[in-house]
């Protein structure tokens, strides 16, 4: 199962070796109803298989497209889920993603993945990473709204005995910072490799001292990592290890709330959790100023904002829409030509209608825009559409 996040969302959104079969379906979770999940997955596939033979694809060719989803339909599988289920399918392309919200039941065979009942996961919830710190087992996770997912960094050290060369002379109150790992040279420009610290210093102060050096190079290693990054970073671990990374950190975004307590305990779901917890709110604010900004925009009337959907599409497909606001669980179906501008809409979707909503939400995600997808009634103006654009 793959990471939902923006990054994954680009690749399927550039991804235009047709058909392409997106199934959305709820999940019971529990109790008695937990048997009606195979029942709505097979009626599912079945209309997938109905819409490709409504396309002049033939039963075989159907099956076998569709068959690395039907082999999800084991016990095991459906024994481990959550809320939401979501499988996309094309030539070359297997998705699915067990998700922690509900989608009603869809079934959308087009020229390209309707990704629209995903975006409200990736709106607040960007990315964010959570550095699990301990001296005998540090961590590094990426992380979005449906879950962590532990990053496997290169020369990262994992312990403060891998990061710190103990010898006998360790005994008397020394010991030896490391080198990174492939490195001739100590990346603190105030130690040499080899360099003895502590001698005649407390116990305490002298183990403190080596946490900090340890700290520093797994900075060193994670700014390597994040060099590009503006994604916030969030500490977990006991309390009095936190304020000695923040010595070591470079990383320009590190929040300052973190999560105390050891992270050895943790299970992790429960981590996830409580970092969530921490970065939702940072995700919301700049939807929040979008939706001012538009308002204001819309208001001036200089065509910086539009309602329009024609103009919308058109907008999007030329890498004119900087924010787009499309309402959750709604589609409008049909087909729009940008080269002639011709707008068809039905209520009901012919066999290859695409969600015009979700036309102009891919091409924004494809032309660098944000796409914010949210409850109708959360809508601006509880507009059908709404965009923000460049110019």
């Known amino acids: 199962m793959a990471l939902l996040s923006i990054d994954e969302l680009k690749i399927l959104t550039e991804h235009t070796h047709k058909p392409c079969i997106s199934l959305y379906m709820p999940m019971q979770k529990a109790g008695p109803?937990?048997?009606q999940n195979p029942i709505r997955f097979k009626n599912l596939i079945r209309e997938a298989q109905s819409r490709l033979e409504a396309m002049e694809m033939n039963e075989s060719e159907a099956n076998e497209l569709l068959q690395p989803a039907m082999e999800l339909d084991t016990g095991e599988f459906w024994e481990n889920q959550d809320q939401g289920l979501a499988i996309l399918i094309a030539p070359g392309v297997f998705r699915y993603y067990q998700l922690p919200t509900e989608f009603p039941e869809l079934v959308v065979v087009?020229?390209?993945?309707?990704?629209?009942?995903l975006l409200?996961?990736?709106n607040h919830d960007g990315k964010f990473y959570v550095l699990a710190l301990s001296q005998q087992d540090l961590k590094f996770f990426a992380g979005t709204r449906s879950g962590l997912q532990e990053v496997e960094i290169e020369n990262?050290?994992?312990s403060l005995d891998e990061a710190l060369l103990y010898d006998e002379t360790s005994k008397e109150g020394q010991f030896r910072i490391a080198t990174k790992k492939g490195s001739s040279s100590n990346p603190f420009s105030r130690s040499q490799p080899g360099a003895f610290h502590g001698q005649g210093s407390p116990d305490r102060d002298q183990h403190q001292e080596g946490i900090l050096q340890y700290f520093h190079l797994v900075d060193a290693e994670l700014h390597e990592k994040l060099r590009e990054e503006t994604a916030p970073l969030i500490l977990a671990g006991v309390d009095y290890l936190h304020p000695i990374y923040r010595q070591a950190n470079s990383y320009h975004n590190l929040?300052?709330?973190?999560i105390t307590r050891r992270p050895e305990l943790f299970q992790v779901e429960e981590l996830h959790a409580d970092a969530w917890e921490i970065v939702e709110p940072l995700f919301y604010e700049s939807e929040q100023q979008a939706m001012e900004l538009f308002q204001q925009l819309l208001g001036e009337g200089r065509g910086t904002a539009s309602s329009n959907l024609k103009e919308i599409l058109a907008a999007a497909y030329y890498q004119r829409v900087d924010s787009?606001?499309?309402p959750v669980g709604q589609q409008i179906w049909g087909k729009f030509d940008p080269e002639t501008m011709n707008l068809d809409i039905h209520p009901e979707p012919d066999a290859d209608d695409q969600d015009l909503l979700d036309f102009a939400a891919i091409h924004t995600i494809i032309n660098g825009g944000r796409v914010y997808a949210v409850e109708p009634e959360k809508m601006p103006s509880q507009l059908q559409v709404a965009a923000i654009f460049r110019y």
């Open 120 to 122: 409200p996961l990736i």
């Open 156 to 158: 990262l050290p994992k």
């Open 255 to 258: 929040l300052e709330q973190g």
């Open 324 to 326: 787009l606001f499309v």
């Open 110 to 117: 087009s020229d390209r993945f309707h990704i629209k009942p």
């Open 33 to 35: 109803e937990i048997r």
